[in-house]
């Protein structure tokens, strides 16, 4: 385990989390300037084109065990450095989720129980979609994710452009997701809002974790099977020195 990249990735998660859901739970509805869906999307596409920038030298800028896992499937991450980065992304999104409450709880309008950015279905679905539905949308739209990961991260990708790929990618998939499920897609960003919504979002958590970590895999694989060059050097990795 390398304790600086983890803790890179705790700190960008940290970042994705506390911004992102931060967004929803203090602008979304503020009266009059609130920034709505488009604004929130922008929020979390924002995150990871910082936090690609700042730290995904350092760690590669997963912030997400779902992208952690279908980086692996798609033979991108060594198996055995999955469980470390997991944990961290998840630790950074648990203590972004705690600074968050502990601001918002300053507003006497503030009230967790009517789910403080947690992601749900069928009741607690924003749109009031099903299970089959919220399941569906999540491992698609997570698979996508993946896809456009590791196409933009291609050592055959235009150089220096992969952060803004993907940060736009995850904008895309929030605003066609939020309506279903408040989006997850990562199951750190979902873990750290639903321990302090409690019950219904702690009950409703274990979809955020199956479905984004299925359709990591399924994205991984896909691209995997079909890139004609799979394992090409990946964007913001010296390639290894030739022999002599």
């Given at each position: 385990?390398?304790?600086?990249?983890?803790?890179?990735?705790?700190?960008?998660?940290?970042?994705?989390?506390?911004?992102?859901?931060?967004s929803a739970v203090v602008a979304a509805a503020f009266p009059q300037v609130g920034i709505g869906l488009l604004g929130v999307s922008l929020a979390f596409g924002l995150t990871v084109v910082t936090m690609a920038y700042a730290v995904g030298h350092i760690?590669?800028?997963?912030?997400?065990?779902?992208?952690?896992?279908?980086?692996?499937?798609?033979?991108?991450?060594?198996?055995?450095?999955?469980?470390?980065?997991?944990?961290?992304?998840?630790?950074?999104?648990?203590?972004?989720?705690?600074?968050?409450?502990?601001?918002?709880?300053?507003?006497?309008?503030?009230?967790?129980?009517?789910?403080?950015?947690?992601?749900?279905?069928?009741?607690?679905?924003?749109?009031?979609?099903?299970?089959?539905?919220?399941?569906?949308?999540?491992?698609?739209?997570?698979?996508?994710?993946?896809?456009?990961?590791?196409?933009?991260?291609?050592?055959?990708?235009?150089?220096?452009?992969?952060?803004?790929?993907?940060?736009?990618?995850?904008?895309?998939?929030?605003?066609?997701?939020?309506?279903?499920?408040?989006?997850?897609?990562?199951?750190?960003?979902?873990?750290?809002?639903?321990?302090?919504?409690?019950?219904?979002?702690?009950?409703?958590?274990?979809?955020?974790?199956?479905?984004?970590?299925?359709?990591?895999?399924?994205?991984?694989?896909?691209?995997?099977?079909?890139?004609?060059?799979?394992?090409?050097?990946?964007?913001?990795?010296?390639?290894?020195?030739?022999?002599?």
């Amino acid at each position: 385990m390398d304790i600086r990249k983890c803790s890179a990735e705790a700190i960008g998660t940290f970042w994705l989390t506390f911004a992102g859901c931060g967004s929803a739970v203090v602008a979304a509805a503020f009266p009059q300037v609130g920034i709505g869906l488009l604004g929130v999307s922008l929020a979390f596409g924002l995150t990871v084109v910082t936090m690609a920038y700042a730290v995904g030298h350092i760690s590669g800028c997963h912030l997400n065990p779902a992208v952690t896992c279908g980086l692996a499937a798609g033979g991108r991450f060594p198996s055995k450095d999955i469980a470390p980065y997991v944990i961290a992304q998840v630790i950074g999104g648990i203590a972004a989720a705690a600074l968050l409450y502990a601001i918002a709880s300053g507003s006497p309008e503030f009230d967790p129980a009517k789910g403080f950015a947690a992601n749900g279905y069928g009741a607690h679905s924003p749109g009031h979609y099903g299970l089959v539905s919220c399941l569906v949308a999540e491992v698609v739209l997570t698979m996508m994710f993946l896809f456009v990961i590791m196409g933009a991260t291609h050592g055959k990708a235009p150089v220096g452009f992969a952060p803004l790929a993907i940060g736009l990618c995850l904008t895309l998939v929030h605003l066609v997701g939020i309506p279903i499920t408040n989006l997850s897609v990562n199951p750190a960003r979902s873990t750290g809002p639903a321990l302090f919504a409690g019950g219904w979002a702690i009950a409703q958590l274990w979809l955020f974790w199956v479905a984004p970590i299925l359709g990591g895999v399924l994205g991984g694989i896909l691209y995997h099977w079909i890139s004609a060059e799979p394992s090409a050097q990946v964007t913001g990795i010296a390639p290894a020195a030739p022999a002599e």
